[in-house]
């Protein structure tokens, strides 16, 4: 089964600085990965997925992501940090039942970000 | 209405109650899910429906017992819940259940506590 590690429950960054959100995926197949943000009393929202091909992926509200397969990594990061980016983001990974072909995703237990002024 | 609707946003209700967690989706999908949120653990998936058939349960008490009427509304019937059942439950849409890209759509969520 897959899994997906967020190092740090917790990240405080100041506005205008470089924000970094670790993402890590176990995969026995080429996978396909998810970033979703959850604001304060709503659900999630997807800010970026990889597929396949350009292995960095532009989100929407600034955000970006890089596949590195040698890692096993999908970390996030957008480089001037706003006071409406503080959230929590969880990152997903697909996972396939090999009998019925059903997709599903295998989330991290989420990293909220804190932005201070 | 767009999107992913829940309703009630918030509910409170006893340990012998019966109540209802609504879904709709205006998106024209024909995959619909519920999550629970619980405080520091990963969503769980409960119940995936495709077509109005269900596709996926994992595991989930048969205190919780879902249903699809259509591929746009999705029920989660609740009774004698426990207090461990209380937390957030999301709802979410895709376009469909067998093409990883698919991205899925969350509703806000229900607030639910078990008293």
């Known amino acids: 089964a897959q899994s997906v590690t967020q190092l740090g429950s917790h990240v405080s960054v100041s506005e205008g600085a470089l924000v970094l959100l670790r993402c890590n995926y176990s995969s026995s197949v080429p996978p396909y990965l998810f970033w979703y943000v959850q604001y304060p009393n709503q659900g999630l929202q997807l800010l970026l997925k990889?597929?396949?091909?350009?292995?960095l992926v532009k989100g929407i509200n600034g955000f970006e992501a890089e596949f590195k397969k040698s890692e096993t990594s999908f970390h996030l990061t957008k480089p001037s940090a706003h006071m409406s980016d503080a959230a929590e983001y969880f990152c997903a990974v697909s996972e396939s039942d090999m009998n019925t072909g059903f997709q599903k995703l295998v989330f991290g237990t989420g990293t909220r970000l804190l932005v201070s002024p | 209405e767009t999107g992913v609707t829940q309703t009630p946003r918030h509910l409170v209700m006893g340990m012998t109650n019966k109540k209802s967690l609504k879904c709709e989706q205006h998106l024209g999908h024909n995959a619909m899910y519920w999550y629970k949120q619980s405080a520091k653990k990963p969503l769980e998936l409960m119940f995936v429906y495709s077509l109005e058939e269900r596709v996926e349960n994992n595991s989930v008490p048969s205190r919780f017992s879902p249903e699809c009427p259509n591929s746009s509304h999705l029920f989660l019937h609740l009774h004698t819940l426990q207090p461990e059942d209380s937390a957030l439950y999301l709802c979410a849409s895709s376009q469909d259940t067998r093409a990883a890209t698919y991205e899925q759509y969350f509703g806000p969520g229900t607030r639910l506590t078990v008293t």
């Open positions: 990889y597929t396949t091909g350009a292995t």
